[in-house]
């Protein structure tokens, strides 16, 4: 009898553990190679077209890797081939790894959800909210806010805190007049600093009033910071990526693996198709230097900072999939991940989205918007700023990632049709 039990033991046990991925036929997750193969039809379409030099997908069921493939060039003057290790900006996908790591420290008691960020970083405190603002000479004038500013408000956007750069005019203009940006592309500069100068400055609109997307998860991350009293990116290669084997994940590359990050392209004027965006652009008026991970850095930016593989971003899924665990290490408890992937900010609309609502870091799909997609309710998302996107399915057990490293793209479509033809490819 021992015999017989023993092998179905072991398999509980090693699902409870959230073994590692591993790769395996379509058919053995219960998803059709046939109906797979539409992915690459899709891929090369825009390759083809030049709307994308090139890209890598991935698809995992079941802890099992059962689509992973690159179409294109991530170099195309040198007809480099895309490969499936490239390393890509992943921009505000960092953003879901900040979150995590600060509700580490929420599970080591270190915080509350709803204290005031001025209990941690004092400059926050008496928060004030734009009442006008006068865009000739960037003045304005302020209202006591309703209330401070939670921690909450940090995860979900509900901050007031806007976006230098990528926000509108009104927020982009104060930010620059108080030497703040986004949080890519930089050379030396460090988070703590920057901040602080953002704890004095007006607020959009009252904490917890609407959602926008803002620099409340660069605040998070020196949060981090704080309560830990290390660097974000220590905390995160110590807590987080050498434990999980999230082994091509950083801030900046150490050498030996420069060479494996892909090229930054752009669109020309037409919109058709892409080159190589060069050394830098500007945005804004604020240089945006392509190769930023190469640099020998100190900016660690909770909300954008991070380069990464499609396997690395994988593994990090699949943890919370697992409900906290992969490979036997915890991370964080199932009922952590459970409040981190379900509706914190009520009714608000999300901008871009109004069918969805947002969790502790990320943007959750509910029964409505599961009506306009093939994914169910619970479903938690979403992307970086230089096309790669993201998202992982607890009641399919479905993560997908799709990279390319373009900006600006009047193609991001891909991404979306890329969703559905997963989708389309279950086979149970």
Known sequence: MKRILFPFLLLGCLKMQGQQLITTSPEAAHMSAERLSRIDTLINSYVKKNFVNGATA??????????????????????????????????????????????MLYEEGKFQLDDPVSKYIPEFANPQVIKTFNS????????????????????????????????????????????LIAGVGLKNMVVGEKMRILGKLPLLHNPGEKWTYGLGVDVLGY?????????????????????????DTYFYLPADKKSRLVPLYTEDPTTHTVHNIGKSVS??????????????????SGGGGLSSTTKDYAIFLQMLINGGVYNGVRILSRNTVRIMTMNQTGDLPVAWDPYNCFGLGFKV???????????????????????????????EKIVGLIYTNVWPTSHGDMNEI?????????ND
């Not at 926000?167 to 203009?173: H, L």
């Not at 949060?223 to 082994?247: A, C, D």
């Not at 409505?368 to 479903?379: D, E, F, I, M, Y």
């Not at 890329?418 to 279950?426: E, G, M, T």
């Open 58 to 103: 991935m698809v995992i069921r079941d802890g099992k890797i059962v689509y992973n493939k690159a179409f294109g060039y991530s170099d195309t003057d040198k007809k480099i081939p895309e490969k499936t290790d490239n390393i890509f900006r992943i921009a505000s996908q960092t953003k879901a790894i900040t979150s995590v790591a600060a509700m």
């Open 136 to 179: 000739k000479d960037t003045t304005w004038t302020t209202v006591p806010a309703t209330r401070e500013i939670t921690v909450r408000d940090l995860f979900t956007h509900t901050s007031g805190i806007g976006y230098a750069q990528i926000g509108g005019p009104m927020e982009t203009a104060i930010y620059a007049k108080a030497g």
């Open 223 to 247: 949060l981090v910071e704080v309560l830990s009293g290390k660097s974000l990116n220590q905390f995160f290669q110590e807590r987080l990526f050498q434990p999980l084997g999230m082994n």
């Open 283 to 300: 945005l804004k008026g604020v240089d945006l230097w392509a190769d930023y991970p190469k640099f020998d850095g100190t900016y660690f």
């Open 365 to 395: 799909t509910t029964e409505k918007g599961s009506a306009v997609s093939l994914q169910p309710a619970g479903v938690f998302q979403w992307g970086g700023m230089f096309c790669t996107t993201y998202w992982a399915d607890p009641k």
């Open 418 to 426: 890329f969703k559905n033809l997963v989708y389309q490819a279950i």
